[in-house]
């Protein structure tokens, strides 16, 4: 059964930092490539950052140079570090990764940002 589990959301304020964790199970961590995803309200679910089994980041425009995404094959995780925290960075950030064929999602993670 493939679990993914998001943790490390939180209020902060403009300028802060909050780092996210997803814990994945069920798949083969170590090759499988996992994404970070966020949906704001009233919004569509937007693409933040994503890592190759081989440990290439891809980072989306809007927070190149903010944010980070990193692995540790040996937990199991991926870890999204978000850093310089604006208010158009609330969201709900979701992980997700696809294994034989198949999509799955986290239940998700809220982050604030908010003075």
């Known amino acids: 059964q493939v679990q993914l589990v998001e943790s490390g959301g939180g209020l902060v304020q403009p300028g802060g930092s909050l780092k996210l964790s997803c814990a994945a199970s069920g798949i083969s961590f170590s090759i499988s490539a996992v994404d970070w995803y966020r949906q704001a309200p009233g919004k569509q679910r937007e693409f933040v950052a994503g890592?190759?089994?081989?440990?290439?980041?891809n980072v989306a425009g809007s927070v190149k140079g903010r944010f980070t995404i990193s692995r540790d094959n040996y937990k199991n995780t991926v870890f999204l570090q978000m850093n310089s925290l604006k208010p158009e960075d609330t969201a709900v950030y979701f992980c997700s990764c696809s294994w034989r064929n198949k999509a799955y999602w986290g239940q998700g993670t809220q982050v604030t940002v908010s003075s």
């Open positions: 890592i190759s089994g081989g440990g290439f980041p």
